[in-house]
């Protein structure tokens, strides 16, 4: 099939040259010029392992173009943002705006697909807003013969840093709004993907994809409430987890600095927002993990202002390790918020960027490399659980005030902890 993805980010562009490798031809379509010609000169816009390479193959073959408009297609990918607004209530502005772009372009036969995180029903309301737009055509759920057009909700589960791998092996729930919809939408994910491809209704699949990141973040919660208790208690938290862990049937996750990224942190406010009375779990979660980042400030301000005069290394702003992504980093928040308060003491090793954010423009804060911190840094704030920082001995850390929020480092010996003052949750 001819194939048309819609929002070429971090989904719909390995989408689409994961697709185009299978050996279909793909029009990518974007909003942004930039990224248009970006890829159109088999380049890419965002930082993704291997993705590099695919996309200038593809480009190359001629198999993937890009383009600011949508035209005739067999099937249509839908994977634009769905942000979320100030009183957590989901936008769903891009996704309809992709629908009113693809309707004029829709012919018998096409397939309708939507990934995009989406609040339960919006495959519906897309169809429904298609439907108005195209009254020669037969949408299905509304016609009562056979419709001339399919709609399915298939998510994405895949991990940032391991997109490609995960898009070609992960196992994927296809939600038709009909089963003729849903067996339409496998046949065109049955041409790339090796995992599992299991079919419901669209409803289904879009509270499934909600429901697996809300389950992760509660799971992390629970983590991070821990690691705010066992502070108090002055306990070593990673030591009561492995041992509890040791349980056949108890699996806590770590805790961290709090839970950033563009999903996890935004997914479970779409159920909340939906069933506002019948979630407050799901809700409190959500603020305990807040409420840790500003645990970790307190508790990170605490230490500092304890020791005057000692230079301070934060390590890492990504949102998690091994990436170059800071999108909602509760790294980032903890090491400039640090760095308003103590700017002079304060330096920052992140290895995946050349030059620090906008942020610190015009204050004294410096990018060092790990060897600099190492050699001129008292204290050491581990912030993300890069690799490069795992693999630091303790004979390279021995005399250092360390605050290791990831836990990467389980022989550092204790240092007296610095009293942070105690939070109310968010
Ligand atoms: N984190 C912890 N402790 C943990 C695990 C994670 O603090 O034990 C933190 C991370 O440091 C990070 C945040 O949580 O700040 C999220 O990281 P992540 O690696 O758990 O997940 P994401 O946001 O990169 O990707 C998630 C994945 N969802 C699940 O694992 C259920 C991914 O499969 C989804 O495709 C992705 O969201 C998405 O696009 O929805």
């Not at 383009?67 to 005739?72: C, D, G, L, M, N």
């Not at 998690?320 to 700017?343: G, Q």
Request: with cysteine; hydrophobic share 45%.
């Amino acid at each position: 099939p001819e194939v048309c993805v819609v929002g070429l980010g971090y989904i719909g562009l390995p989408t689409a040259a994961i697709v185009a490798r299978a050996g279909c031809r793909v029009r990518g379509v974007d909003v942004s010029p930039q990224v248009v010609d970006t890829i159109n000169q088999g380049k890419i816009h965002i930082e993704e392992v291997d993705l590099d390479g695919l996309v200038h193959g593809v480009v190359a073959r001629g198999l993937l173009t890009a383009s600011t408009a949508v035209e005739p297609a067999d099937v249509f990918v839908i994977a634009v943002p769905t942000p979320f607004d100030h009183d957590h209530a989901p936008d769903l502005s891009y996704v309809l705006e992709a629908g009113r772009a693809v309707a004029p372009v829709l012919k018998a036969g096409d397939t309708v697909i939507l990934e995009s995180t989406s609040p339960v029903g919006t495959t519906e309301q897309l169809r429904d807003l298609m439907a108005e737009l195209r009254p020669d055509l037969k949408f299905p759920g509304l016609a009562a013969d056979t419709p001339d057009v399919s709609f399915a909700y298939c998510p994405e589960r895949v991990l940032p840093g391991r997109i490609l791998e995960e898009l070609a092996n992960n196992d994927r729930s296809i939600g038709g709004i009909t089963p003729r919809c849903a067996r339409k939408a496998l046949a065109f994910y049955k041409l790339f993907v090796r995992g599992t491809c299991v079919t419901t209704d669209a409803r289904s699949a879009e509270m499934t994809k909600l429901v697996e990141n809300a389950y992760r973040d509660v799971n992390i919660a629970f983590a991070n409430e821990l690691s705010i208790v066992a502070d108090r208690m002055g306990l070593d938290v990673w030591e009561v987890i492995r041992l509890a862990n040791r349980h056949p049937r108890v699996n806590i996750l770590s805790p961290g600095p709090g839970v950033g990224g563009h999903c996890i942190a935004v997914d479970p406010w779409f159920i909340v927002h939906s069933a506002p009375e019948d979630t407050p779990l799901i809700r409190t979660a959500r603020g305990v993990n807040d409420t840790k980042i500003h645990h970790v400030i307190a508790k990170a301000d605490a230490l500092i202002a304890a020791h005057p005069g000692a230079r301070v290394a934060c390590l890492g702003l990504a949102f998690k390790a091994n990436i170059d992504d800071f999108r909602e980093s509760p790294a980032r928040l903890v090491a400039s918020t640090l760095a308003r308060r103590h700017a002079e003491r304060i330096a920052i090793v992140e290895p995946f960027v050349d030059a620090l954010p906008l942020e610190y423009k015009g204050t004294p804060v410096e990018l060092i490399d790990i060897d600099t911190a190492l050699e001129t840094c008292e204290i050491l704030i581990v912030l993300v659980d890069h690799d490069l920082f795992r693999s630091i001995p303790l004979s390279e850390r021995a005399g250092k005030i360390v605050y290791d929020t990831r836990g990467i480092w389980p022989d550092q010996p204790a240092v007296q902890a610095a009293t942070a003052p105690r939070l109310k949750a968010v």
